[in-house]
């Protein structure tokens, strides 16, 4: 299981490991694996169902300026992208158990009364905000960038967040992840020009680099956790200056 977080209220990736490691495809009515039917043909009942569900989920506007995407900063905010998306009704008292402190600390029945109802309108607000700002920055700190690839000319971003499975969090609000449903189709960057490509790969080779997704919230879900499904639409890889050094974006 690979992770990665930040210090602090900081974004933080995972990627979840497949259980077990037994063989799957299909088999015949006894039991054997069908003969000539390579593994990777088969998929199981999630994966076709959430493939079909992505082909009918929102789509992106490519055309949004960078400017109109909001940048996740707390998990505060994934709690209410995940209530803006999901379609239920919000769990007021959970939700303030984990936005406020003060809540969460006391036992006084009277005083978390109080609370309670002079943060319902803050939530409501917080609610409708996240509800008409679909479009989402996510950054990272670090991420990694494979070598240059000279039979498909160009670079491929090795990242848990693009990866199939991968999700990100944050470490002030558990409990909310972000997985992205077209990492696998953005994680290359294509540099033709060698001359250019080579002065990448002397770059990148001297450590790891910053990375920036910015995505378009489609759904979210609770299927044992609280998920928010977005669309990438743009992954830059930074320098520590915050120059863009790979950019891919998504196909229209």
């Not at 006894?30 to 493939?51: H, I, K, L, S, W």
């Not at 509800?131 to 690839?149: C, G, L, M, S």
């Not at 990100?168 to 997985?179: E, K, P």
Request: hydrophobic letters at 35%; one cysteine or more; proline letters at 6%.
């Amino acid at each position: 299981m690979l992770a990665a977080c930040l210090a602090g209220a900081g974004a933080c990736s995972k990627k979840s490991s497949p259980p077990g490691a037994a063989r799957q495809g299909p088999r015949d009515s006894g039991g054997e694996f069908v003969p000539g039917v390579p593994d990777n043909a088969y998929q199981p009942p999630e994966a076709t169902r959430r493939a079909a569900e992505n082909r009918n989920l929102p789509r992106p506007d490519l055309s949004t300026p960078d400017s109109q995407y909001v940048l996740i900063s707390g998990g505060a905010q994934l709690m209410f992208l995940y209530q803006a998306f999901s379609g239920l009704p919000p769990d007021i008292e959970k939700t303030a158990t984990e936005y406020s402190k003060e809540y969460a600390g006391t036992s006084d029945t009277f005083r978390r009364h109080d609370l309670l109802n002079a943060l319902k309108p803050k939530f409501a607000s917080l609610l409708e905000d996240a509800r008409a700002h679909p479009y989402i920055r996510w950054d990272q700190d670090y991420t990694h960038v494979e070598h240059y690839d000279f039979a498909r000319k160009g670079f491929l971003i090795k990242d848990p967040m693009l990866e199939s499975g991968g999700y990100g969090y944050m470490a002030d609000i558990r409990g909310y992840n972000l997985n992205f449903t077209n990492g696998e189709d953005v994680n290359f960057v294509s540099v033709v020009d060698e001359g250019r490509a080579r002065e990448l790969e002397a770059q990148l080779q001297k450590g790891n680099f910053p990375i920036r997704f910015y995505a378009f919230v489609q759904s979210a879900d609770d299927r044992g956790d609280h998920v928010i499904h977005a669309s990438v639409t743009k992954v830059q890889v930074l320098d520590r200056s915050g120059q863009v050094l790979l950019e891919t974006r998504a196909a229209r």
